[in-house]
């Protein structure tokens, strides 16, 4: 059964700094993974996709990188700033599956 | 493009009240799923609909039902609800199933069941 894990379960940084967020997974033959950011009372805004056959992915401040061979994937946030406060969740599929598996998610403050 | 929406924001219910959540995109996805939301569970997957008029269980399908009414709308019902369903319910749609198109979620359904 695939599990998936963030580590840590909360972050405080200062304004400015840049930052890693980790998330592992048990097994290694998924298809793909997406990372979101979900902000409190709110529905989840997708961040960033990387199939399994991609290493990595960026959109703006954010860069998601996946190595499938060791079950870990980051997210780069850099330059952090207030807005970025939220709870960040990594989610993994499965090969011809529909269920996306999530994690328990790294709840992240930046302080001004 | 208003994305997934999702009807009623909050509801209250009482042991053994009947109620459908209502979802719609506007993204012409052929893929929608409901998930719940719980405190230290995560999130998790109740029902999916890979196409027009299929539907399929997820992990915690007990409970609950499903009507795909046509390509923008996917209905999750309780027919007696219970404390246990006390959650937050998320919809979402993907344009291709089987994780090869990213989700996207609505603001969800906040429900107590008293």
């Known amino acids: 059964k695939q599990e998936v894990t963030q580590i840590p379960a909360a972050l405080s940084v200062p304004e400015g700094e840049n930052l890693v967020l980790n998330c592992s997974f048990t097994?290694?033959?998924?298809?793909?993974l997406q990372w979101f950011r979900q902000d409190p009372g709110k529905g989840l805004t997708s961040l960033l996709l990387i199939q399994s056959s991609q290493r990595e992915q960026t959109s703006g401040r954010l860069n998601a990188s996946l190595d499938k061979s060791s079950g870990r994937s980051t997210l780069y946030i850099a330059a952090s700033q207030p807005g970025d406060s939220a709870t960040y969740l990594c989610?993994?599929?499965?090969?011809?599956?529909?269920?996306?598996?999530f994690g328990k998610g790294t709840k992240l403050t930046v302080n001004p | 493009n208003a994305g997934v929406t999702q009807t009623p924001k909050f509801q209250v219910l009482k042991t053994g009240q009947s109620m459908t959540l209502q979802c719609a995109q506007d993204?012409?996805?052929?893929?929608m799923y409901w998930y719940r939301q719980d405190p230290g569970m995560g999130l998790r997957l109740i029902y999916y609909s890979a196409s027009e008029g299929t539907t399929d269980k997820g992990e915690v399908p007990n409970g609950y039902n499903v009507s795909r009414l046509n390509k923008r709308e996917f209905s999750l019902r309780l027919e007696s609800a219970a404390p246990s369903q006390t959650s937050v319910y998320f919809c979402?749609?993907?344009?291709?199933?089987?994780?090869?198109?990213?989700?996207?979620f609505g603001p969800g359904t906040r429900l107590t069941v008293l």
């Open positions: 989610a993994v599929i499965q090969g011809g599956s529909e269920k996306l598996v």
């Open positions: 097994d290694s033959a998924i298809y793909n």
């Open positions: 979402a749609s993907s344009r291709q199933g089987q994780g090869r198109d990213e989700q996207f």
């Open positions: 993204m012409n996805h052929n893929s």
